[in-house]
């Protein structure tokens, strides 16, 4: 290998280098740049936590009162019932089963009113009245959020503060409460008192131990934890691409950019799946049509999981960038 051909390769691979670098230096400058989308979606899951977190206690406090001791009652009375058909044959096989039936009926009903005493009480922390304070400071929050980011993409990309018409954007942030306010009433409490009234009804029946079944209510306290998480991503995102959509198109632009994350997190590619948001990243759709959904039924979607009609992608991070000429 000559000189020349060396020092070609050389300036070849610095090229290469300082490439992949700016590449990385402008993908870690756009991941900053929604870096306060995430963490308001951090402190709304952190809000709606400290709810679950009082749900949990409420529903720890009921079992050690006034469920344990119905379980430790129905146990006392099951062994009284199956002793007597047993050592002193006073009943039947068949008047025992009944007697056990009759028995398990009882004690399921009176669990059951206690149950339904702290549904009133759990439910009473994520009704409107008690979310409306935590959900407008969400909604404010990532108002103000990407009113920033819309005006600093703008003046780097034109070097023009843009003149933002906000006529109407009241309405984009009460829809997006008015879901808030009612979704979670209808999700968190429900699911979790149904999975803790299923484990102490399998509890009875089965003799679980005690510490068992409080560590099964423990878990699902977890599992509606995440789930209450999960959400509260899912609507800051969706909340941050629906402010996008409404301000973008107020400024006359009829087109966007699918952006993601770039990161770990991302859908992966399937086979065949044209419309996967991997594949849809950097490229430029119509704010009227949106891009198609991967699968059969090809259904128009928007980024942060806005499908306009249907469902959208659930926890969709993407987000629409606006398009400069």
């Given at each position: 290998?000559?000189?020349?051909?060396?020092?070609?390769?050389?300036?070849?691979?610095?090229?290469?280098?300082?490439?992949?670098?700016?590449?990385?230096?402008?993908?870690?400058?756009?991941?900053?740049?929604?870096?306060?989308?995430?963490?308001?979606?951090?402190?709304?899951?952190?809000?709606?936590?400290?709810?679950?977190?009082?749900?949990?206690?409420?529903?720890m406090g009921a079992y050690r009162t006034k469920i344990?001791?119905?379980?430790?009652?129905?146990?006392?009375?099951?062994?009284?019932?199956?002793?007597?058909?047993?050592?002193?044959?006073?009943?039947?096989?068949?008047?025992?089963?009944?007697?056990?039936?009759?028995?398990?009926?009882?004690?399921?009903?009176?669990?059951?009113?206690?149950?339904?005493?702290?549904?009133?009480?759990?439910?009473?922390?994520?009704?409107?009245?008690?979310?409306?304070?935590?959900?407008?400071?969400?909604?404010?929050?990532?108002?103000?959020?990407?009113?920033?980011?819309?005006?600093?993409?703008?003046?780097?990309?034109?070097?023009?503060?843009?003149?933002?018409?906000?006529?109407?954007?009241?309405?984009?942030?009460?829809?997006?409460?008015?879901?808030?306010?009612?979704?979670?009433?209808?999700?968190?409490?429900?699911?979790?008192?149904?999975?803790?009234?299923?484990?102490?009804?399998?509890?009875?029946?089965?003799?679980?131990?005690?510490?068992?079944?409080?560590?099964?209510?423990?878990?699902?306290?977890?599992?509606?934890?995440?789930?209450?998480?999960?959400?509260?991503?899912?609507?800051?995102?969706?909340?941050?691409?629906?402010?996008?959509?409404?301000?973008?198109?107020?400024?006359?632009?009829?087109?966007?950019?699918?952006?993601?994350?770039?990161?770990?997190?991302?859908?992966?590619?399937?086979?065949?799946?044209?419309?996967?948001?991997?594949?849809?990243?950097?490229?430029?759709?119509?704010?009227?049509?949106?891009?198609?959904?991967?699968?059969?039924?090809?259904?128009?979607?928007?980024?942060?999981?806005?499908?306009?009609?249907?469902?959208?992608?659930?926890?969709?991070?993407?987000?629409?960038?606006?398009?400069?000429?």
């Amino acid at each position: 290998m000559n000189i020349l051909t060396r020092l070609l390769l050389q300036r070849k691979a610095r090229r290469q280098r300082q490439s992949r670098k700016h590449n990385t230096t402008k993908l870690n400058k756009i991941h900053k740049l929604y870096e306060p989308v995430e963490l308001i979606a951090y402190e709304y899951a952190k809000a709606i936590n400290r709810q679950c977190d009082k749900m949990k206690r409420i529903m720890m406090g009921a079992y050690r009162t006034k469920i344990a001791p119905l379980i430790r009652e129905y146990a006392t009375e099951k062994a009284y019932i199956i002793g007597m058909d047993v050592e002193k044959s006073v009943l039947t096989s068949n008047d025992s089963g009944s007697e056990l039936e009759r028995l398990l009926k009882r004690y399921t009903q009176l669990a059951d009113a206690v149950i339904i005493t702290v549904m009133v009480a759990i439910e009473a922390l994520f009704e409107p009245k008690q979310m409306k304070r935590i959900v407008e400071r969400f909604t404010y929050a990532t108002n103000e959020v990407q009113r920033r980011i819309l005006i600093g993409e703008f003046v780097e990309e034109t070097g023009i503060i843009p003149k933002i018409n906000d006529v109407g954007i009241i309405d984009v942030l009460d829809e997006c409460e008015d879901d808030n306010l009612h979704f979670f009433p209808l999700t968190i409490p429900m699911e979790y008192a149904e999975r803790v009234r299923k484990s102490l009804y399998e509890g009875l029946r089965k003799g679980t131990a005690q510490n068992v079944i409080s560590s099964e209510i423990n878990e699902y306290g977890a599992m509606a934890a995440r789930r209450a998480r999960n959400i509260a991503r899912n609507q800051t995102w969706t909340l941050f691409a629906a402010l996008c959509s409404f301000r973008y198109m107020a400024l006359g632009q009829d087109m966007f950019m699918w952006w993601t994350m770039q990161d770990e997190h991302v859908r992966p590619v399937k086979s065949g799946e044209e419309g996967n948001h991997r594949i849809l990243h950097g490229k430029v759709f119509y704010w009227d049509t949106g891009a198609k959904k991967a699968g059969a039924k090809g259904q128009n979607i928007w980024p942060g999981g806005d499908a306009h009609e249907g469902e959208g992608d659930w926890g969709c991070r993407c987000v629409p960038r606006p398009v400069f000429s």
